[in-house]
């Protein structure tokens, strides 16, 4: 079923581990998104990349990390995890040029302790 | 920079009534507008769009019309069904950009 792949689903994390959000897309999709959304916040943009080998900063990108090695995978690195980054994580992927719909993946919900 | 403002919920009504979720922005430019849906334990999806001014978008039985005089994109359904319960997620994407800037979200229930 083509679309856009997370993992994990759910994951409980210590404060300051490392921890990795996976995200593949088969729809061969230019651009890529990282989003947060919290509870009365919406979804507020993390990191995104336009194209294979680069990548930008949202709104919200402090203690987060992102690399585009190639087109299908874009994870999402928190290098020492903190509570405030408690939420739920969706990738999404969206055909470059113009005011394309952008594709969810069913999110990653985390947990800092 | 650009901002989406949408009315506070949670919302709820009973089956058959009808539904306004208003929505308004700030933008420079000429940006696209989204609404997109979230159903429980899902990713967002797209519901419409509409791309320039006095754009009406359309699907499920849902419209919202594109005006720019107002700066709003207000989402209206004329008869809900308990299948409609949703997050409810208005959106701008400015002409040129990659980006889309989401409101807050309106969480909607439908009671039978």
């Known amino acids: 079923i083509a679309g856009i792949t997370q993992a994990p689903t759910s994951q409980i994390l210590a404060a300051g581990r490392r921890m990795t959000l996976r995200c593949t897309q088969d729809?061969?999709?230019?651009?890529m998104y990282w989003y947060r959304q919290d509870l009365g916040l919406g979804l507020r943009l993390i990191h995104y990349?336009?194209?294979?080998?680069?990548?930008g900063k949202g709104e919200v990108p402090d203690g987060y990390s992102v690399s585009r090695a190639n087109t299908d995978d874009f994870p999402l690195t928190l290098a020492s995890a903190v509570p405030s980054q408690t939420s739920v994580y969706f990738c999404?992927?969206?055909?470059?040029?113009?005011?394309?719909?952008?594709?969810f993946g069913e999110g990653s919900r985390l947990t800092v302790l | 920079g650009d901002s989406v403002t949408q009315m506070e919920g949670p919302v709820t009504l009973s089956e058959e009534a009808f539904l306004t979720i208003n929505c308004t922005y700030t933008?420079?430019?000429?940006?696209?507008l989204f609404w997109y849906v979230q159903y429980p334990g899902e990713g967002l999806q797209l519901l419409l769009k509409?791309?320039?001014?006095?754009d009406k978008g359309s699907n499920k039985g849902f419209e919202a019309t594109y005006r720019k005089e107002t700066t709003s994109f207000h989402l209206e359904k004329g008869s809900v069904q308990v299948s409609d319960s949703a997050v409810y997620f208005c959106?701008?994407?400015?002409?040129?950009?990659?980006?889309?800037?989401f409101g807050q979200g309106t969480r909607l229930t439908i009671n039978p």
């Open positions: 999404a992927s969206k055909a470059s040029g113009g005011p394309g719909e952008l594709f």
């Open positions: 729809m061969r999709h230019n651009a």
């Open positions: 990349s336009n194209t294979a080998g680069t990548t």
């Open positions: 933008a420079t430019g000429y940006p696209s």
């Open positions: 509409a791309t320039k001014a006095d």
């Open positions: 959106a701008l994407s400015d002409q040129g950009a990659q980006k889309l800037v």
